[in-house]
């Protein structure tokens, strides 16, 4: 039998007198370092659905998902498949759509579906293509964001007459038909569509 050796013998002493480097969770609870990157928490008033963190979620946890009949647009977070790397809370264009908690860490489950968040935001389409153009949350942030600035599109114009009723619906509205015409820039199109209607009245 080899003899331990003094340094081995030195640790065995200072373990017996120092205090443990790991906890016995969950038996007992775990306080988290500082800045800890735990479950990231979505703020349904904050998110505008812009696809952004979908867009930058390296494991692809996050989809996007557009029901253009139910005009709504469907947002699925799998915490099975999130590697809490940040990116979400880091890209997020409010800067308050969704962050890391510093406290939810233990996520484990049995059942995957348990860690399935799903999401509801309201779409704007393009009355003439069918297009989706973007959640109206987010074009409302934009409006904020730009401020004044905001109304040098017609878009913004026509979805502000909605929300104010500036005019009356039955004076502006015109449906599509027979092809888009200048008419068409007061009701509800995609920048493709309006791009079509100024070349028209152009040239």
């Not at 449906?175 to 100024?198: A, E, Q, S, T, Y």
Request: glycine share 6%; net charge positive.
């Amino acid at each position: 039998m080899r003899y331990p050796k003094l340094r081995e013998l030195r640790e065995a002493v200072l373990s017996l007198v120092t205090p443990a480097y790991t906890t016995r969770f969950p038996k007992e609870p775990h306080t988290p370092f500082k800045n800890y990157r735990g479950k990231p928490i979505v703020s349904d008033a904050d998110c505008v659905g812009c696809e952004t963190c979908a867009n930058v979620c390296p494991p692809g946890a996050i989809t996007f998902r557009d029901d253009k009949e139910k005009r709504i647009r469907i947002i699925e977070r799998d915490y099975g498949k999130c590697i809490f790397c940040g990116q979400c809370e880091e890209h997020c264009i409010t800067g308050k759509g969704v962050k890391l908690s510093d406290e939810i860490y233990d996520i484990a489950q049995f059942d995957r579906t348990v860690l399935m968040e799903r999401q509801e935001k309201e779409l704007l389409i393009c009355e003439s293509c069918g297009a989706v153009i973007t959640t109206k949350e987010h074009l409302a942030f934009m409006h904020r964001k730009l401020g004044p600035r905001a109304f040098s599109s017609l878009l913004n114009l026509n979805v502000l007459n909605e929300q104010l009723r500036l005019a009356r619906a039955e004076d502006i509205k015109v449906g599509v038909r027979d092809g888009l015409k200048r008419k068409d820039m007061f009701n509800i199109v995609c920048p493709n569509c309006l791009r079509k209607i100024l070349v028209k009245i152009s040239y």
